[in-house]
């Protein structure tokens, strides 16, 4: 499982999993566009998962209704991606604003469990 990441939005984060835990894409106003998911290889059973697991790490109030979330988690595959999103909490309103994936840094350490060759 991939660390936590430094900043965590807590009420965020737990508003957005269950979000995902109640409710299919089908079902609410989740709104996406196509083309940026297959840009990112992404499709939209590793969207659930990572807004089910993830972690809000930017939240900012708009002018407007709604406020900027980015969400960063994976997909369940072991590939790490970003989401910035615009929610609107009343309205059950989740857009998609943009999808990148995120470069997994592998240590040496991790890369040997741990252990050294003698």
């Known amino acids: 499982m991939p660390a936590r990441p ?7 984060t737990v508003w957005i999993r269950e979000f995902a835990k109640t409710y299919s894409p089908a079902e609410v106003g989740l709104t996406y566009s196509p083309q940026s998911l ?10 659930r998962n990572i ?9 900012n109030k708009l002018h407007g209704p709604g406020a900027l979330w ?3 988690g994976d997909n369940n595959e ?3 991606f970003c989401l910035t999103t ?6 059950l309103a989740v857009d998609l604003q ?6 997994m840094e592998v240590h040496a350490e991790e890369m040997n469990d741990g252990h ?3």
């Open 78 to 80: 072991g590939e790490r």
């Open 38 to 47: 297959r840009d990112a290889g992404l499709d939209l059973i590793g969207v």
């Open 116 to 118: 050294d060759a003698a």
């Open 86 to 91: 615009i929610v609107i909490t009343e309205q």
């Open 51 to 59: 807004f089910r697991r993830g972690h809000v790490t930017f939240a």
């Open 70 to 72: 980015v969400i960063e």
């Open 6 to 12: 430094k900043r965590v939005h807590s009420l965020e």
């Open 98 to 103: 943009r999808v990148e994936r995120v470069a």
